[in-house]
């Protein structure tokens, strides 16, 4: 409540869950976002919901996500998120490359009716993801720091 960052407000409810079952050393998670919003100073806003499922192995420093998103971006287009083959992070990664991202899997994005698919690759820590919009398929490669 009365959340802002950078002068965006959010509100919502972001429930984390550990479902985690025995003693093994994989912990799981549920996260979930409901009634998500983003207002901008100018009035802009961004609505969002979330339904995802985070296993953490720290013995492996990899931890995998699976679920799906949906709402509204600032032009009010509508959208879904939908991982299609579980996302796979890994620390090794992260810290090599100063880019916190997947480095295997696959989800898909539909905007306003338009399909994108963002293929993460099969594990190398590359910084390259293939998008696909169309039928036509590009590689790019993600920059950033941490």
């Known amino acids: 409540e009365g959340y ?13 869950t550990n479902v985690t079952s025995g003693n093994g050393p994989v912990q ?34 990899q931890w995998t996500v699976t679920g799906e998103a949906n709402g509204t971006n600032r032009n009010n287009a509508a959208y879904e998120m939908k991982i299609t083959k579980a996302l796979v992070y890994k620390r090794e990664c992260a810290i090599r490359n100063k880019v916190f991202m997947a480095v295997e899997g696959t989800k898909e994005l539909t905007v306003d009716g338009k399909l994108i698919t963002i293929d993460y690759g099969a594990g190398d820590c590359d910084r390259m993801v293939t998008v696909t919009v169309d039928s036509q398929s590009r590689q790019v490669e993600v920059k950033g720091d941490i």
Do not use: C, H, M, Q
Request: no cysteine; glycine share 10%; charged share 25%.
């Open 4 to 16: 802002s960052i950078n002068g965006v407000t959010l509100d919502g409810t972001r429930t984390v």
């Open 28 to 61: 799981k998670f549920t996260i979930t976002l409901a009634n998500g919003k983003a207002i901008w100073a100018n009035g802009d806003d961004a609505t969002r919901e979330v339904s995802l499922t985070r296993e953490w192995d720290p013995s492996t420093g």
